[in-house]
């Protein structure tokens, strides 16, 4: 009996290490890449395994290129966007769940109409609006930006995990003298805290990785983020700098790991779910 | 684990006073981030300050633009220079953007010849007669500049370097174990010559067949070397003729020679297809030098380039030059300033290193940089001297879909056409399809007029 | 499950003061009404204004050509053509995206070694760059010194590398593979999430009741991950229909059209052929036909939820 959970355990281990490292194999040929002299990129048959180690590249890209100032703005970047749209979006979503006012169903469905056009023909109007409100060209124009795209959807996914927290909950700290808002915050709150911890790391995702906005609405090196700096400098239509570009793709996508490797501690049944029997 | 809804009111305020405290903390913190993003570069007032878009910013190319901005700022105070990279992939959706705000740069560069005609067609270029005076009309090669007339005989731009985009590249160990003897001059001799050499896992040539914008530069290229043309003169629609049937026949009969992913090769892939020693052949430009020098130089002491081969000998040489360019938008706040720093752009030293960035590929315009030692000096130049000089000569009087030949009228819908893949199309479609090579042409002719008309 | 309405109206105390609690309702979705109004209204009203008229998008000048655009629009084989791969593109990587979701999800649930480190790493290609997942993709993909042909040709599994994008039906089964590996990582945090606030006590009364692992999941596990799985799919199919960076960069739409869905077609128009009007006009069929699968799913959606 015992011998046959372990080996259960055992599978269940192995098949779903076994998912995730056929899902990361892409980082890991990257991670391998960007780590080979350039005389071993394209060997054919092509060789999996470095033949010698060089960190050649990281160095290039650290010190002859402007990649740290890009990663600090793409880092403001993100983290603002993040701590704005979880913000509004949180109140949004507890509004729409648990007050009614008139239109409350409609405002909900206009919310995600904002997604149905493509972000191309939105994009000269938007650059057009950045300018005409002084600041085009900054930061802050991105995430005002982002802040609009993420928050539809942040709402929506908000919503649907609000709603699956009983209204029982509230009203029994209502009952015992605690204000709308105190309620919210301690109850409210913690219970939603695996469905904010993932639309918050959506929002992230999506500041740091966004392209065609950042290469229209900002064209200054001084608030330009990774995307289009990384791209800018390494990718042209007669040549890729492939060593720079794998070693670069590591170093925007290391961080993240570790961050997210942290974050996915709240993602637990911690804060369980019961709480009023009956 | 659960968790019961706390009944003690006082133990609530306690815990909502420290995490109120903790929101007003987060709050003014956000505040002033909020003020630190708003602020957008801004120069000192009394500067002048010039904006220079390019999208080729590689790590190299960027130090020497550096050194070229300090130069010219150390000796114009007052002027600075703010170099900001765009891309060959973006710089459309840029530029209409910063046209439309009103915010577009002072200096562009490395943008093709055709894309600039197609903005001088619309008014938004400055000319750049007095700018090509300041540098030296006759250090230049004979020609050069001819790309870059517009409708109205003025000057649209410059040259800041010249891509010999489809040269024929060989691998010299190869020939001699296949047993052949020459460079091939002609289609015939070169497929018989890449026949020959496809063994053991080598393909003969890394033709693209992709939907982009490789496949459709390079099919122009082979129907002029059967003396055919995209337009005639007057910029009529002429597409649909023997020779273009000729030279897609001939591509056709290629591509059992290309590796079986050529259907879907674009610059990439057959740019490293030949550099990575899987074809004996490449068609590409001088990236090729510094490429196998990096990635594979176990094959540098062999390989050669020279003029692509035409159809027979009756017909002559045709290189493929996008004439990357130099241009000022028109409403730049600061002509004069930008004009000198166009101007300067050419001028050696700083001009010298930014050629040899990327040597052998992007070529000098100014025949007085290509005689120049410190140029010369350069060891991939030397190595491959000959094969850099015919390059040079051969990309200076080359042309492109917006100047086919010395007797065309500029076409300013170049981009377009680029843009439409429809030459592209052409190719997949009787190459891929196997669909009737008559009934392709006619359709391409109709979409080419339309194209035209706008 | 009653509606919220409903459960207000049968709780005592606090909620009949619903009505006085409305406005501060209202007070709480008003940034996010600004910011839509100001942000995303403007746009999407110069939108349709754009693509009733003929412009040139360096300079946004043009001409009144009303309805001119759409109907050399929807007579062109070209749109139809694009509109067709645009639903075997989206029902092909949603399906996948929404399958292998919830079960690597249910996988990450598990107690797992190291399972915080695995449920990060599966985030990896959704917040890797599109730009570069897809040369990394293209590169594997390669026939010449791709690794991906390499071990199939090594295991015996071919003879001759494969052509994996410039081939049909390859090209479009690859785009969709590329596409469900990018995106399913949504799904799984997205279930994830609310996979943690399912009780225990549902469970646990289900195998009381004699129900297998299968049986769980299809009785307890499913009918509460509904109004997740709604919103997830909803959000992912309106994503996936307008995806353009991933298709673009992979096959370019080729081979010769093959793969070229709307959004490439109103890329093409605004920045190759500089078309803005004519890339609104596509812009705004391509928002219709959202429209109508969101009204009519929304529906079913809000119908089934009555019922259960």
Known sequence: MLARRFIGAGLLNVGTWAVVLAVIFPLIWMVLTSLKPQSELFHIPPAFWPQSITFEHYRVLLEETPFLQYFRNSSILAVSTTVLVIVVGTLGAHSLVRFSYPGREKLALLVLFTYLLPSVVLIIPLYLLMVWAGVANSLLSLVIAYTTFALPYALWLLRSFMQGIPADLEAAALIDGASRLGAFIDVILPQALPGIISTALFTFILAWNEYLYALVLVSSDAARPLTTGVMNMLITSFNIEWSLLMAASVLMSLPLIIIFAFLQRYLTRGFGVGGVKG | MRRKVDTNVSRLSHERVSRRTILKGAGLAAAAAGVSLATPWRARADDVTLRWWSPQSSPGQLASYKKQIATFEAAHPGVKVVFEPTSDEGYSAQLAAAFSAKQQPDIITHLPSFAVQTYYAQGLVEPFDDVIQAIGPDKYYPGANNVYKTADGKYCGTGIGNTAADMLWVRKDLMQKAGVSEIPTTWDTLRAACQKMQTGGIYGVPYPYGLNSMTSLIIIGFIHRAGGNIFSPDLEVAINSDATAHALDFYKSMKELAPPGATNYSWGESLTAFVSGATATGIYAGRVLKNVHDQNPAIADFITATTYPTMSKDFPAWTFNDFPSIWIPKGSAHLKEAKLFAAFLLDPPGYIEQLLAAPGHVLPVLKTIAENPDYLADPIIQKYKAEVNLMAASAAGGYNLGYETAKHKPNSKANDIIASNVLAEMVGRVVINGENTKTVLGDTATKLADLMKG | ?308
Request: charged residues 10%.
């Open chain 3, 1 to 308: 499950m009653a509606s919220i309405a409903e459960r207000e109206h049968a709780l005592p105390g606090g909620w009949t003061l619903a009505l006085r609690y409305g406005s501060l309702g209202m007070l709480l979705i008003a940034p996010t009404v600004l910011i839509f109004a100001a942000v995303i209204a403007y746009p999407l009203v110069s939108a349709i204004y754009l693509s009733l008229r003929s412009i040139f998008t360096p300079t946004l000048q043009g001409h009144w050509v009303g309805l001119a655009n759409y109907a050399d629009l929807l007579s062109s084989t070209t749109f139809w053509r694009a509109l067709r791969n645009n639903f075997v593109w989206t029902a092909g990587t949603l399906f996948l995206q929404i399958v292998a979701g919830v079960a690597v999800a249910l996988l990450l649930n598990q107690n797992i070694v190291f399972r915080s480190l695995a449920r990060s790493l599966i985030l990896f290609p959704y917040f890797v760059s599109t730009v570069v997942a897809v040369l990394v993709w293209r590169w594997l993909f390669n026939d010449l010194y791709g690794i991906l042909n390499h071990f199939m040709l090594t295991l015996g599994l071919i003879d001759q590398p494969v052509n994996w994008l410039g081939q049909m039906p390859n090209a479009m089964i690859s785009v969709i593979l590329v596409g469900a590996w990018k995106y399913f990582p949504f799904v799984v945090i997205a279930v994830l999430a609310r996979l943690q606030t399912i009780p225990p006590q549902l469970y646990e009364a289900a195998t009381i009741d004699g129900a297998g692992p299968w049986g769980r999941f299809f009785d307890v596990t499913l009918p509460q991950l509904r109004s997740v799985l709604t919103v997830v799919i909803l959000l992912r199919t309106v994503w996936d229909f307008k995806e353009f960076d991933l298709i673009y960069l992979l096959t370019g739409g080729g081979p010769i059209n093959a793969t070229q869905t709307i959004p490439l077609l109103v890329y093409q128009q605004a920045f190759g052929l500089n078309r803005m009007g004519m890339a609104a006009a596509y812009a705004v069929v391509m928002m219709a036909v959202m429209l109508v699968f969101m009204s009519l799913y929304l529906y079913r959606a809000r119908r089934s939820e009555e019922a259960a």
